[in-house]
Nanobody, 116 residues
Framework: QVQLVESGGGLVQAGGSLRLSCAAS????????VGWYRQAPGKRRELVAD???????DYADSVKGRFTIYRDNAKNTVYLQMNSLKPEDTAVYYC??????????WGQGTQVTVSS
């Protein structure tokens, strides 16, 4: 069964940090591109960061220098370290995986709320 399970969301004050985790099962993790997306109320879902099997990362301009995405292939897990959080980072964060042997798969989402 293909499954992505996110964790690590919560409530934090502006300037604080959180680390999100996305644990994968049932997919060819090493060959997959894994990304973090977010959706704020009334807004479209947007890419925050992703990391393909090569390890080359890509970030939205709004999070460059503050967020870091990295993967642990031995644990089938991708992390999103979020520092210097801002109220505008408030959203539901979703993990996504896709690849040559992995169907487009989404996690259930985890809420991140940043208070001012």
């Amino acid at each position: 069964q293909v499954q992505l399970v996110e964790s690590g969301g919560g409530l934090v004050q502006a300037g604080g940090s959180l680390r999100l985790s996305c644990a994968a099962s049932g997919i060819s993790f090493i060959a997959s591109t894994v990304g973090w997306y977010r959706q704020a109320p009334g807004k479209r879902r947007e890419l925050v960061a992703d990391i393909p099997s090569s390890g080359n990362t890509d970030y939205a301009d709004s999070v460059k220098g503050r967020f870091t995405i990295y993967r642990d292939n031995a644990k089938n897990t991708v992390y999103l370290q979020m520092n210097s959080l801002k109220p505008e980072d408030t959203a539901v964060y979703y993990c996504n995986a896709h690849g040559p042997w992995t169907p487009d798969t989404w996690g259930q989402g985890t809420q991140v709320t940043v208070s001012s």
